[in-house]
Nanobody
């Protein structure tokens, strides 16, 4: 059973960098063909895919957030980390880490395991 757990500060000041870590247990983040993802949900809005780091170490970022996003990993700790720079109150959301794979029936990337989510508020 794969388990994911987000950790990091719940309050970040505007213009600072948001940093969250996801610790994975029950499976390795280098196992083929999984994509270790960050997804967020602002209050009253739908889910937004921020980006992922693949089993190979390659990364993908949402075009709307690419200039401010960095996702990295520490394979020795089985963790991956999100950094989102120059945050504004619009970055206030529940942030989730998730494992995703390619659904062969639809050829789309689909999360199958999620962390419980962590609330991050951007406020001075």
């Amino acid at each position: 059973q794969v388990q994911l757990q987000e950790s990091g500060p719940g309050l970040v000041k505007p213009s600072q960098t948001l940093s969250l870590t996801c610790t994975v247990s029950g499976g390795s983040i280098t196992t083929n063909y999984y994509y270790w993802s960050w997804i967020r949900q602002p209050p009253g809005k739908g889910l937004e895919w921020i980006g992922y780091i693949a089993y190979s170490g390659s990364t993908y970022y949402s075009p709307s957030l690419k200039s401010r996003t960095s996702i990295s990993r520490d394979t020795s700790k089985n963790q991956f980390t999100l950094q989102l720079s120059s945050v504004t109150p619009e970055d206030t959301a529940v942030y989730y880490c998730a494992r995703a794979g390619i659904d062969p029936s639809s050829d789309t990337m689909t999360p199958d395991y999620w962390g419980q989510g962590t609330q991050v508020t951007v406020s001075s």
